[in-house]
């Protein structure tokens, strides 16, 4: 069984998607970008994409469909993350924090409550800026998480 990530690329920030196409070539390990949009992707027999119908969830259904379990799962999506742990996968956000058994449902409920605020304008908007020290916690958990499944 070979070890897979996927991306749920439609909200995926650009330099996440640089640092996954630099991991892929460096440690080979086969990335693929699932969205309802093209994707350009750097030529590389470990990168590919798959368009999907536009639609709610399409993507994330897609993911689910094909996740085996042990892959990786690059996504901001929570309800997305919680499938993926379910089906045996792993999750990372893009800000380089690991979706768990132990954590999910905290998160579920957080974000939960996060809607209902801003449904009834006691909060706007929505995460912080992505930055430097985001892309480099990401870069590491990605980093932990292909040295244990990868032979590189």
Same mark, same amino acid.
Request: proline fraction near 2%; hydrophobic fraction near 35%; aromatic fraction near 8%.
């Given at each position: 069984m070979t070890f897979q990530v996927w991306v749920d690329a *439609?909200?995926?920030p650009r330099p996440v998607?640089? @640092? %996954?196409f630099r991991a892929a070539d460096k440690r080979q390990v086969n990335v693929t970008l699932v969205a309802?949009?093209? =994707?350009q992707t750097p030529p590389s027999k470990y990168i590919s994409s798959i368009q999907v119908p536009s639609g709610f969830d399409v993507a *994330?259904?897609?993911? @689910?469909? !094909? =996740?085996?379990?042990? *892959? =990786? @799962? @690059?996504t901001a999506d929570i309800p997305l993350a919680d499938e993926?742990?379910? +089906? &045996? &996968? !792993?999750a %990372?956000?893009? !800000?380089?924090? /690991?979706y768990t058994p132990e954590n999910i449902k905290d998160h579920l409920n957080r974000r939960d409550i996060l809607d209902e605020l801003r449904s009834s304008g006691m909060v706007s908007g929505g995460p912080d800026s992505? &930055? +430097?020290k985001e892309i480099q916690a /990401?870069?590491?958990a990605l980093d932990r998480e292909l040295t244990k499944n990868t032979k590189a």
């Open positions: *439609d909200a995926c998607k640089e @640092v %996954l309802n949009q093209f =994707l *994330d259904n897609e993911i @689910v469909r !094909r =996740l085996q379990v042990g *892959d =990786l @799962v @690059v993926v742990i379910t +089906k &045996g &996968g !792993r %990372l956000n893009p !800000r380089g924090t /690991f992505y &930055g +430097k /990401f870069s590491n």
